[in-house]
């Protein structure tokens, strides 16, 4: 089984402030690592992804995420957010189960950038 | 294009009607799924298809039936929905599917469903 936990349900940052949106996961196999951001009444969207290789991964928006295996952690970090990044941020473990891909998302981190 | 398109993006239905909702892309991709996402909660997976066939059906009630026509078209036929069915339904797709877990999954808008 996997599990993925969000530690914040929301986090306040003033514009221009840096910003971590902290994410731990469970797995006895070795899985994949997304982050996932969703804007008002949409989809979500990729944000960036850990495969293998580089533990610092970098994304779209100046997002950036590390990997730590020892910590189970993958947590997300910009150094200086734009009101333009309030939304929804998932992050989500996969895996092959069965023969198919399993994602699983954690509960999301709002986080509201207060101008 | 690397849209996924969804349709419509709001639906208010009674507890008898049928309703059905489309998905569409092309970008090539051979997996398509449907995701249900109650409000302030993570994305549900609820089906996936495979090259056009059904690979996934998370135990999700008969209420709720998919059809996928052909490799761009992804539906979801609702019939008698509980007003607890209320939720954004949202459409994905990926390259491939079981190629390892690794594969990006693309979005749609979704379609927010009120269910009375």
């Known amino acids: 089984a996997q599990s993925v936990t969000q530690l914040d349900s929301q986090v306040p940052v003033f514009e221009e402030a840096p910003v971590e949106l902290r994410c731990n996961y469970s797995?006895?196999?070795?899985?994949?690592l997304f982050w996932y951001v969703q804007y008002p009444n949409q989809g979500l969207q990729l944000l960036l992804k850990?495969?293998?290789?580089?533990?610092l991964v970098k994304g779209i928006n100046g997002f950036e995420a590390e990997f730590n295996k020892s910590q189970t952690s993958f947590h997300l970090r910009k150094p200086s957010v734009h009101i333009s990044d309030t939304a929804e941020y998932f992050c989500?473990?996969?895996?092959?189960?069965?023969?198919?891909?399993?994602?699983?998302f954690g509960i999301g981190t709002k986080l509201q950038v207060i101008p | 294009d690397t849209e996924v398109t969804q349709t419509p993006k709001h639906l208010v239905m009674g507890m008898t009607n049928k309703k059905s909702l489309k998905c569409e892309q092309h970008?090539?991709?051979?997996?398509m799924y449907w995701y249900k996402q109650k409000a302030k909660k993570p994305p549900e997976l609820m089906f996936v298809?495979?090259?056009?066939?059904?690979?996934i059906n998370e135990s999700v009630p008969s209420r709720f039936s998919p059809e996928c026509p052909n490799s761009s078209l992804l539906n979801l036929h609702l019939h008698a929905l509980q007003p607890e069915d209320s939720a954004l339904y949202l459409c994905?797709?990926?390259?491939?599917f079981g190629t390892g877990g690794n594969e990006k999954l693309f979005f749609g808008s979704g379609t927010q469903l009120s269910v009375l």
């Open positions: 994905a797709s990926s390259q491939d």
């Open positions: 797995s006895s196999v070795s899985v994949y």
């Open positions: 850990y495969l293998s290789g580089s533990t």
């Open positions: 989500a473990v996969s895996r092959t189960s069965g023969g198919y891909q399993k994602v699983t």
């Open positions: 970008m090539g991709h051979r997996a």
């Open positions: 298809y495979s090259y056009e066939k059904l690979s």
